[in-house]
Each structure stands twice: as C-alpha cells, then as structure tokens.
C-alpha cells in the first residue's frame, strides 16, 4: 500500500514539474478542478449534465491551459527536452489527447447524423434531448478514456502503475485546487511563469 501511494506521489509530481509552470494554466487547472467537482455531484443528480460540464468547462479549459500557454521549449528548470517529456509521460501524451479530443468533437456530428448512434439508443426528437443524449455520449466517452489508459497501463507497466494513475486522474481535481489556489494572484502580479523553486531543490 505504501507502494501504491508512493507511486501515486511521483505522478503527481511529475505532472507538476513537467507540464504546470505557466501561471495561466494553473489557473485554468484551478478553474477546471472546481468544475470537475461539480460534474462529480451532477452525476448523482444529472449524468447528462455531468457529461456536458465535465467536456465543456473542465476538459476544455483544462487543456487549453497545456496547449496554448505551457511552454513547449527546453525546460531549463527540470534540464529535459519536451520530447522527452512526452516520451516517459505515463497519462495522455499531447498526440493521445489529440486522438481523445478529435473523437469528442466527432461525436455530436456522428449522433446528428444518427441519432440513434446506428440503434444503440432511443433517438431524440427534440434540441434539448439531443443535448441530452450527447452529455451521456460524452460522460461515457470520459469514462472509457480513463478505463482504456488504466488497462493499457496494466500492460505496459503493470498493475500498480494503472491503478496509480486512475487514482491520480480521478483525485486530480482536490489535489490542483489545494496547489494551485494560489496562481491567480500571482497571475495578476504579472507573474506568467510559476518560478519553480521547490522544484529546482529537489533535483
């Protein structure tokens, strides 16, 4: 068990240090681990609206923050290349999301195109059932990611690995909001990269 969380620990920091230094998308993660919480209480309550808060505001603001603000370059602070980076990264890699993003912006023009999605499901026939029908297509879309990764990563790395990054992926919201509360006043500050030094300590 000590194992388990240990390894849960590492991930974590990876992520951070690797992938969080730009003050803009720590404060998009911040946004975004807020309304993930949300999406957790409205699948108790709306799945549909889960699905449509989770891809909408949290998935969307969440990696926005990586691609359009995360720098790209050497990383002077951890002294790796982005290629590198990419290449022992454990979750979703930049071509990965790609996939995963390109597959969630298909699936509205695959379910207007049929909106029994090929007789899986009882078609709607009305705008707001459509936006119905697309937030559970979408809430099973984000589920699925999880549980592909998680099985994929049994595989490659094995078990401890997998379950380690599903409790990562699926806690992240809790742990961004007590690590990154802080980014948007020192974004107003004008701080636009987060300087590090807890981190260039520990290398």
């Not at 404060?27 to 909408?56: M, Q």
């Not at 071509?95 to 379910?111: G, Q």
Request: hydrophobic share 50%; net charge positive.
């Amino acid at each position: 068990m000590n194992e388990f969380f240990k390894t849960v620990e590492v991930l974590r920091w990876d992520d951070h240090r690797y992938y969080h230094q730009s003050r803009i998308n720590q404060t998009l993660h911040l946004i975004s681990a807020i309304s993930f919480l949300v999406a957790y209480a409205l699948l108790f309550i709306d799945p549909a609206a889960a699905g449509l808060v989770g891809w909408l505001v949290s998935m969307v603001t969440r990696q926005s923050g990586h691609v359009f603000f995360e720098p790209r370059g050497y990383d002077h602070v951890n002294q790796t290349t982005y290629a590198n980076k990419e290449s022992i990264k454990v979750g979703y890699s930049m071509r990965r999301k790609a996939i995963l993003i390109a597959v969630w912006l298909a699936l509205p023009v695959w379910l207007a195109l049929s909106p029994s999605l090929f007789g899986l499901i009882e078609p709607s026939t009305t705008p707001a059932g459509f936006v119905h029908d697309l937030g559970l297509i979408w809430l099973a879309l984000g589920i699925s990611g999880v549980l592909f990764r998680t099985l994929h990563l049994f595989l490659l790395r094995g078990r401890l690995t997998g379950l380690a990054w599903m409790t990562k992926i699926l806690t992240d919201p809790f742990h961004d909001i007590a690590t990154y509360w802080r980014s948007p006043a020192a974004l107003l500050r004008g701080e636009l990269l987060d300087p590090m030094e807890h981190v260039r300590h520990q290398r």
